[in-house]
């Protein structure tokens, strides 16, 4: 008894001593630092670290050169803690000037602050390093979901990190996650297109583009999944307007490309401004800790959206001040916020704490992530400019990626008798509104947020007149404007004439830039002054091609039949007027296919993969439901034709967790090379939920030369065959499937056991 009690107070002794060598040990990882760190701050250090400023509130009212307000920033990061500042005023600056706004914050960050952390800077890098001068544009999302081709996604988001990361800075909010189904909204160019399995595939090789193999690197940026969930369907189409989407669907839809990019590795996320179904979602917590952090397991830091925790105030109206505001959000698992003017929210969450309704231990949650972050980001180690990371800025090798880029996603919608390609030593008339603008061919985010400044873009880049006149000479091409995008008449009559004169009319049509509200519009169809300057170019008799760049799809109807060729293209970047003019006059055989359903009427929008109940007739109603969209989903035609034969599947019966194999084999039948996307659908003949027509399920891009064949293979499991029921689980249920490629089907039965 007395040997045991002896052995235990050794025991006891050793342990204790052990454990208070650990507590005094050096930390050696990033966790003991952090730990170590958070054990330090005071709680105003805390919430400073979820504050975040836009650059505006630091900086002196003149932004010609941006210059900082030293007395705002130290109150910002030295009397206020403030973590985190992002954004430009107004335009896009030159490398200079961002390193030196990165550096100088940091400089007060870490010489005279108590704690010396480092600040982190974020910025919208949404089609390239487009907040900075020089830097290369590429295609937005919807452009780049034409092309079908991951790889391409992946590396012009590996080189727009490299150019943010150039510029000094270490967080992109990007990519915009949102399904693109409502071509109303003003960021339907953002998104991928409207279908779940091609947002979720892009949407996670951008995520691996910017973050690369680790975020350390001097190549990376951390990515920001945006924005968390069911932004992209108001009901009204405008944005930031109330969604209602029933949770099945968002579940079904909206879901599963967050899902994609937890799994691909995203270490940000920014929420939805906007409310689904009466909820805020920066009030959420069902969305943002249930959802996101418990059945999804996201780890990493949970942003706001532009101003979003005043609006649950005085906007949405769930919050009866802006303190009970900060309230709902933060404990609604919110980490850092962009409140970006003020200092309100880090009052209101200081007092909050003081008065224990937000735990101190909750802030330590966000706060934790917050350095995390930090660490990952190389911040503890060198926070200012890494000379290495500058010399990855405007290599000229990513001209070459742009321009491939933009190439594969032109999409060539129309071309009657083979009009296109158009021979060379021909005579033209380049009009429209599109013809000599570059805003129009660049969109949104292009140096300035609403893109329509002409001054920042590099002096070489070109227009679709300029493009066509590189190609053809100077000599064969009359260029005039006609009209504006939306209402003026700028010379209709003058096109007229100057037409008599050539051998085919490229009229350039579509949208101008715009980014979020300002591009709200109430009608989708192409406005009526370029639809006139068609009609009235019809007249002539001349052969009419029509160039559309646009981030929607305008309804065109009413002048489709005018024009014997469409090529679209949605804002294709800084190359897009080069693609263009490649594919008019067949330097470049066209592959884009449509990432949504264009539709022929603005009271028809459907998606491809609606539901039977969609169309069809009633017979005694005579009432009759077409599904006759302008364009279908994955339409694009080639200078080239593909033959599909000899669909195969490996099994009649698929059963539990097997898998079935699909073989089809494609080969080029015409006499140009061409590269060529592979769409498979599947159709779940019936379901307890009702089932869609079909749903893509898997795709793959190949290219060919003539006469030669690829047989291509594809795998299916239950997983890609499931669908959200009712108790809103993903289930496959027993039945028959038929997958479907072009014109070919095979059908089989799924049997769980
Ligand atoms: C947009 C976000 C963007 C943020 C930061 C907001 O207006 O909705 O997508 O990341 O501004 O600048």
């Given at each position: 008894?007395k040997?045991?009690?002896?052995?235990?107070v050794?025991?006891?002794?050793?342990a204790?001593?052990?454990?208070s060598?650990a507590h005094?040990?050096?930390?050696?990882?990033?966790?003991d630092k952090?730990n170590n760190?958070?054990?330090k701050?005071?709680i105003?250090?805390?919430?400073?670290?979820?504050t975040?400023?836009t650059l505006a509130?630091?900086?002196?009212?003149?932004d010609e050169?941006?210059?900082l307000?030293?007395?705002?920033?130290?109150d910002?990061?030295?009397?206020h803690?403030?973590?985190?500042?992002?954004?430009?005023i107004?335009h896009?600056?030159?490398?200079e000037?961002?390193?030196h706004?990165?550096?100088?914050?940091q400089n007060i960050?870490?010489k005279?602050?108590?704690?010396?952390?480092?600040?982190?800077?974020e910025?919208?890098?949404?089609?390239?390093?487009?907040?900075?001068?020089?830097s290369?544009?590429?295609p937005h999302?919807l452009?780049?979901?034409?092309?079908?081709?991951?790889?391409?996604?992946?590396?012009?988001?590996?080189?727009?990190?490299?150019?943010?990361?150039?510029?000094?800075?270490?967080?992109?909010?990007?990519?915009?996650?949102?399904?693109?189904?409502?071509?109303?909204w003003s960021r339907?160019p953002e998104?991928?297109?409207e279908?779940?399995?091609l947002v979720q595939t892009?949407?996670?090789?951008?995520?691996?583009g910017?973050e690369g193999?680790?975020?350390k690197?001097?190549t990376s940026?951390?990515a920001?999944?945006?924005?968390f969930?069911?932004?992209?369907a108001?009901?009204?189409?405008?944005?930031?307007?109330?969604?209602?989407?029933?949770e099945?669907m968002?579940?079904e839809y909206?879901?599963?490309?967050f899902?994609?990019?937890?799994a691909?590795g995203?270490?940000?996320?920014?929420?939805n401004?906007?409310?689904v179904?009466?909820?805020?979602?920066h009030?959420?917590?069902y969305?943002?800790?249930?959802?996101l952090?418990?059945?999804?397991?996201?780890n990493g830091v949970?942003?706001?959206?532009?101003?979003?925790?005043?609006k649950?105030?005085d906007?949405h109206k769930?919050?009866a001040?802006?303190?009970e505001?900060?309230?709902?959000?933060?404990n609604?698992g919110?980490?850092?916020?962009?409140?970006?003017?003020?200092?309100?929210f880090?009052d209101?969450?200081?007092?909050?704490?003081?008065?224990?309704?937000?735990s101190?231990?909750?802030?330590?949650?966000?706060?934790?992530?917050i350095?995390?972050?930090?660490?990952d980001?190389?911040?503890?180690?060198?926070?200012?400019l890494?000379?290495?990371?500058?010399?990855?800025?405007?290599?000229?090798?990513?001209?070459d990626?742009?321009?491939e880029?933009?190439?594969e996603?032109?999409i060539l919608l129309?071309?009657t008798?083979n009009?296109?390609?158009?021979?060379?030593?021909?005579?033209y008339?380049v009009?429209?509104p599109?013809?000599d603008?570059?805003?129009a061919?660049h969109?949104c985010?292009?140096?300035?947020?609403?893109g329509t400044?002409?001054?920042?873009f590099?002096?070489?880049t070109l227009?679709?007149?300029?493009?066509?006149?590189?190609?053809?000479?100077?000599?064969?091409?009359?260029?005039?404007q006609?009209?504006?995008?939306d209402?003026?008449?700028?010379?209709i009559?003058?096109?007229?004439t100057?037409a008599?004169?050539?051998?085919y009319?490229?009229?350039a049509?579509?949208?101008n830039?715009?980014?979020?509200?300002?591009?709200?519009?109430?009608?989708?169809?192409?406005?009526?002054?370029?639809?006139?300057?068609?009609?009235?170019l019809?007249?002539?008799?001349?052969?009419i091609v029509m160039?559309?760049s646009?981030?929607r799809p305008?309804?065109i109807r009413?002048?489709?039949?005018?024009?014997k060729?469409i090529?679209l293209t949605n804002w294709a970047?800084?190359?897009?007027a080069?693609?263009?003019a490649?594919?008019l006059?067949?330097?470049y055989?066209?592959?884009?296919?449509?990432?949504?359903t264009?539709p022929?009427?603005?009271?028809e929008i459907?998606?491809?993969?609606?539901k039977?109940a969609?169309?069809?007739?009633?017979t005694?109603?005579?009432?009759?439901?077409?599904?006759?969209p302008?364009?279908?989903?994955?339409?694009?035609?080639?200078?080239?034709?593909?033959?599909y034969?000899d669909?195969?599947?490996n099994t009649?019966?698929?059963t539990?967790?097997?898998?079935?194999?699909?073989?089809?084999?494609v080969?080029?039948?015409g006499?140009?090379?061409?590269k060529h996307?592979v769409?498979?659908y599947s159709?779940?003949?019936?379901a307890?939920i009702t089932p869609?027509?079909?749903?893509?399920?898997?795709?793959?891009?190949i290219?060919?030369?003539?006469?030669?064949a690829?047989?291509?293979?594809?795998?299916?499991?239950?997983?890609d065959?499931?669908?959200?029921?009712?108790?809103l689980?993903?289930?496959?249920e027993?039945?028959?499937f038929?997958?479907?490629?072009g014109?070919l089907n095979?059908?089989?039965?799924y049997?769980?056991e």
């Amino acid at each position: 008894m007395k040997f045991k009690y002896t052995l235990w107070v050794l025991y006891w002794f050793l342990a204790s001593a052990l454990a208070s060598h650990a507590h005094a040990k050096t930390p050696v990882n990033d966790t003991d630092k952090i730990n170590n760190l958070i054990a330090k701050m005071t709680i105003e250090e805390k919430v400073g670290q979820m504050t975040n400023l836009t650059l505006a509130a630091v900086s002196e009212k003149t932004d010609e050169p941006v210059t900082l307000d030293m007395e705002k920033l130290r109150d910002a990061i030295v009397k206020h803690n403030v973590g985190s500042i992002q954004n430009t005023i107004n335009h896009a600056y030159t490398l200079e000037e961002w390193h030196h706004i990165t550096n100088k914050i940091q400089n007060i960050a870490l010489k005279e602050t108590r704690l010396k952390i480092p600040n982190l800077y974020e910025i919208d890098a949404v089609h390239g390093a487009n907040n900075t001068l020089g830097s290369t544009l590429f295609p937005h999302n919807l452009a780049l979901a034409a092309t079908r081709n991951p790889e391409l996604v992946r590396l012009g988001a590996e080189i727009t990190a490299k150019e943010v990361r150039a510029s000094g800075i270490r967080l992109d909010f990007s990519p915009v996650l949102d399904l693109g189904r409502q071509p109303l909204w003003s960021r339907f160019p953002e998104t991928f297109g409207e279908d779940v399995l091609l947002v979720q595939t892009m949407g996670a090789a951008a995520i691996k583009g910017y973050e690369g193999k680790s975020l350390k690197n001097v190549t990376s940026v951390a990515a920001s999944m945006k924005h968390f969930i069911g932004y992209s369907a108001p009901a009204d189409g405008k944005d930031r307007t109330p969604a209602y989407i029933p949770e099945i669907m968002l579940r079904e839809y909206y879901l599963p490309s967050f899902k994609a990019a937890i799994a691909a590795g995203a270490h940000t996320l920014m929420v939805n401004s906007g409310e689904v179904n009466g909820t805020p979602l920066h009030a959420s917590k069902y969305f943002l800790t249930d959802v996101l952090r418990t059945e999804l397991g996201f780890n990493g830091v949970i942003t706001s959206d532009w101003e979003d925790i005043k609006k649950l105030h005085d906007w949405h109206k769930v919050a009866a001040s802006n303190k009970e505001a900060a309230l709902l959000a933060v404990n609604a698992g919110i980490d850092l916020v962009i409140v970006p003017l003020d200092f309100s929210f880090y009052d209101d969450v200081i007092a909050l704490v003081k008065e224990h309704k937000i735990s101190e231990k909750r802030v330590n949650e966000s706060v934790r992530r917050i350095l995390q972050l930090k660490y990952d980001l190389g911040y503890f180690d060198n926070p200012y400019l890494e000379p290495d990371a500058v010399k990855n800025f405007a290599r000229p090798e990513y001209k070459d990626v742009a321009l491939e880029a933009a190439r594969e996603s032109v999409i060539l919608l129309k071309n009657t008798d083979n009009t296109l390609p158009l021979a060379k030593n021909k005579k033209y008339l380049v009009v429209g509104p599109g013809a000599d603008s570059l805003t129009a061919l660049h969109g949104c985010w292009s140096y300035t947020w609403q893109g329509t400044v002409d001054k920042y873009f590099a002096k070489d880049t070109l227009t679709i007149a300029k493009a066509i006149k590189a190609k053809v000479g100077n000599d064969k091409v009359i260029q005039l404007q006609g009209t504006d995008f939306d209402a003026k008449d700028i010379n209709i009559a003058e096109a007229v004439t100057a037409a008599k004169d050539v051998d085919y009319i490229i009229v350039a049509l579509g949208e101008n830039a715009y980014a979020e509200t300002p591009g709200n519009i109430k009608e989708l169809a192409l406005p009526e002054i370029q639809q006139l300057l068609v009609k009235e170019l019809a007249k002539t008799g001349k052969t009419i091609v029509m160039v559309m760049s646009e981030g929607r799809p305008r309804i065109i109807r009413e002048i489709e039949p005018d024009a014997k060729g469409i090529l679209l293209t949605n804002w294709a970047g800084s190359q897009a007027a080069t693609a263009i003019a490649d594919v008019l006059f067949g330097d470049y055989n066209p592959n884009g296919i449509l990432p949504y359903t264009y539709p022929r009427f603005s009271g028809e929008i459907l998606t491809y993969d609606h539901k039977w109940a969609d169309e069809g007739e009633e017979t005694l109603l005579a009432d009759k439901k077409t599904f006759n969209p302008q364009y279908p989903f994955g339409h694009g035609l080639s200078y080239t034709t593909f033959d599909y034969s000899d669909l195969t599947i490996n099994t009649n019966k698929l059963t539990g967790n097997d898998h079935i194999t699909i073989t089809v084999t494609v080969k080029n039948t015409g006499k140009i090379a061409g590269k060529h996307t592979v769409e498979l659908y599947s159709r779940d003949h019936y379901a307890s939920i009702t089932p869609s027509v079909k749903r893509l399920r898997k795709f793959q891009k190949i290219f060919l030369t003539p006469e030669s064949a690829q047989t291509l293979t594809f795998e299916l499991n239950k997983s890609d065959l499931a669908f959200v029921n009712a108790e809103l689980k993903a289930i496959t249920e027993d039945g028959d499937f038929t997958v479907m490629i072009g014109n070919l089907n095979k059908t089989f039965t799924y049997l769980n056991e």
